[in-house]
């Protein structure tokens, strides 16, 4: 298994609602990331994690949360969002040390709408 | 922080000839660089990486050339296929981040 899958898909939410994203990866890699891509736009890092530990948080507002319940699962839980936190959520992992110079593997990503 | 660029938002290109697309970066201690490529509705896909201590670098029908003195890089598309119609993010990794800073994009289009 070579990939980083991610569910749902696509995810449309009210501003009361709590949902929750999963990103799955088992290549055996020990850091797996977060980004945010709005439109026309760069990934932008919201959250790192190495070795199921949180290791950057890009001053990300608090009603995203992230959880890593263990080194094949990312999750990135979503609370009282806002109508510009509507983007593509990309998880991706990168193989052995979070500081080695490696390519990250991305995710398809979740299209997420907050209405 | 880091500043990542690109010289041009987008490039039409005809099939078959060579693409060529630009990126500048701002931070001299950037010490490893990637280039990658997003098609619609997909994330990003690795294409190439090269460190600060080489000039120049060969995939498959991709280059890349880094120019440390002016802080540039290049991507250098050989033949280029409808298949290569995407937006490229050049990317860089600067010594002690566990991160990699995004440059805004260029959207190559192939016309046939």
């Known amino acids: 298994d070579t990939e980083v899958t991610q569910t749902p898909k696509h995810l449309v939410m009210g501003m009361t609602n709590k949902k929750s994203l999963k990103c799955e990866q088992h290549?055996?890699?020990?850091?797996m990331y977060w980004y945010k891509q709005k439109a026309k736009k760069p990934p932008e890092l919201m959250f790192v994690?190495?070795?199921?530990?949180?290791?950057i948080n890009e001053s990300v507002p608090s009603r995203f949360s992230p959880e890593c319940p263990n080194s094949s699962l990312l999750n990135l839980h979503l609370h009282a969002l806002q109508p510009e936190d509507s983007a593509l959520y990309l998880c991706?992992?990168?193989?052995?040390?979070?500081?080695?110079?490696?390519?990250?593997?991305f995710g398809p990503g979740t299209r997420l709408t907050v209405l | 922080g880091e500043s990542v660029g690109l010289h041009l938002p987008t490039l039409s290109v005809q099939e078959g000839d060579n693409s060529i697309i630009n990126c500048a970066y701002s931070?001299?201690?950037?010490?490893?660089f990637i280039w990658y490529k997003q098609e619609s509705g997909k994330g990003p896909q690795f294409i190439i990486d090269i460190r600060s201590n080489m000039d120049k670098r060969q995939g498959q029908r991709v280059t890349v050339l880094l120019n440390k003195t002016v802080k540039h890089l290049s991507l250098q598309i050989a033949a280029t296929q409808p298949g290569d119609s995407a937006v490229y993010f050049c990317a860089v990794y600067s010594g002690g981040y566990q991160k990699v800073t995004f440059g805004t994009g260029t959207k190559l289009q192939v016309i046939p």
């Open positions: 931070n001299s201690a950037s010490d490893y």
């Open positions: 290549m055996g890699h020990r850091a």
């Open positions: 994690y190495s070795y199921e530990k949180l290791s």
């Open positions: 991706a992992s990168k193989p052995r040390e979070v500081a080695e110079y490696n390519e990250q593997f």
